[in-house]
């Protein structure tokens, strides 16, 4: 009999949980634990009704992003000014990839918003691309070999280098009985940033990312007007 007691109080709480989980809240009632300067997002966000971000008009994603802080050259954080956001978070919305992810970032010095190597490589996918594992060579020149001495091949010489140091990425393009190949060579005379602490840290490793990102771009076409 006890335990025919104790099935029925677990049933009846049961059906009083679910029953207060039905109750609504209306807007009066939200807005009143949300902060003010929160409250004009909430009011522009009542509308949706899942967590997909491609389903936010640009106006609620550009919201958003204006709430993300974001990194900037030289130390430091920013936000985004609404028209920042929206140019952002239109052209992420081109190429596939969400604003809110570590695919794309926002250049606020040039306006411009770049994938990431992530990102490049989740549009390689959506465009149903068959890519092959990269493949690295690590290469030197010597500083007299270069076309001309520019003031980062002098600031590697103060940081220590004896050669000018590059990566050569090979990445297949297609199926593997199609032989075909794209590639990149990067040397750190190139591309070394002499204030970044990471490129100061891990140089190779950075100048192999660097290769394989600028490869991938060349795979899918977006790389041609680099060329230039």
């Known amino acids: ?30 807005l009143a ?18 967590m997909d971000w491609r389903n936010l008009a640009p106006n609620q994603m550009a919201l958003i992003l204006m709430a993300k ?9 920013t ?19 969400s604003p809110l992810s570590s695919e794309i970032w926002y250049n606020i010095d040039t306006g411009q918003a770049t994938l990431t190597l992530e990102g490049q490589k989740k549009v390689a996918r959506n465009m149903g691309m068959e ?5 690295f060579t690590e290469i030197s020149r010597e500083f007299g070999e270069l076309p001309k001495i520019n003031a980062v091949a002098e600031e590697l010489k103060k940081a220590g280098f ?5 990566v050569k ?18 040397f750190l005379s190139e591309w070394y940033v002499p204030r970044s602490p990471l490129w100061q840290s891990r140089p190779m490793h950075m100048i192999q990312t660097r290769a394989y990102s600028r490869c991938l771009s060349l795979a899918m076409g977006t790389g041609a007007s680099d060329m230039v």
């Open 79 to 97: 936000t985004l000014t609404y028209r920042q956001a929206l140019l952002f978070s239109l052209r992420a919305f081109e190429m596939s990839v």
């Open 162 to 166: 004896k050669k000018d140091l590059g």
């Open 33 to 50: 634990m949300i902060k003010d300067q929160d409250k004009a997002m909430f009011k522009a966000m009542a509308n949706v009704t899942g």
């Open 169 to 186: 990425c090979t990445i297949r393009v297609g199926k593997v009985e199609h032989k075909e190949h794209c590639e990149y060579l990067a």
């Open 131 to 135: 890519l092959g594992p990269p493949q």
């Open 69 to 77: 802080p974001f990194k900037v050259s030289g130390g430091g954080i």
């Open 1 to 30: 009999m006890a335990n025919i007691q104790e099935c029925e109080v677990t049933t009846k709480d049961a059906e009083v949980m679910q029953e207060t989980a039905l109750v609504p809240l209306d807007m009066d009632s939200m």
